[in-house]
């Protein structure tokens, strides 16, 4: 009879064991990927930014060269003030947006040219 106790024991022991391994591998398991969740949330809210910014001064550099390019084919006096007005605001809204970036040295670029 006390040998069956001590068997008892020992496999009781072992499930208990083996509940802490596994509970303590569900916290660790829970606790990393909240980690990661919030990193994920972190890194979406700057790429988004990031890429709300990018793709807003892209607009204003096709905009800033496709008036430059019709105000060079434009023969009218009246036409090209209307694009040299066009210029002037996209140039503005390109120097507030992106100044020092890639797209700001293409800018510079362009307009030197």
């Known amino acids: ?21 596994n509970i303590g591998s569900v916290w ?11 990193d994920r949330d ?9 890429t709300a910014l990018v793709n807003r001064a ?5 905009r800033y060269v496709s008036s ?12 090209a003030v209307k694009f040299v007005a066009e210029i002037a605001s996209s140039r503005k809204n390109d120097d507030a947006m992106i ?6 040295k293409f800018l510079d670029s362009v307009r030197a040219a």
């Open 1 to 21: 009879m006390v040998e069956q106790l001590q068997d008892r024991v020992q496999v009781c022991l072992i499930v208990v064991l083996l509940a802490v391994v």
């Open 28 to 38: 660790f398991a829970a606790h990393s990927m909240t980690a990661i969740d919030e």
């Open 42 to 50: 972190d890194l979406v809210k700057r790429v988004d930014g990031s």
């Open 58 to 62: 892209s607009r204003y550099v096709e």
């Open 68 to 79: 430059a390019f019709q105000m060079a084919a434009e023969v009218t006096e009246g036409n």
């Open 99 to 104: 100044p020092g970036t890639e797209v700001g």
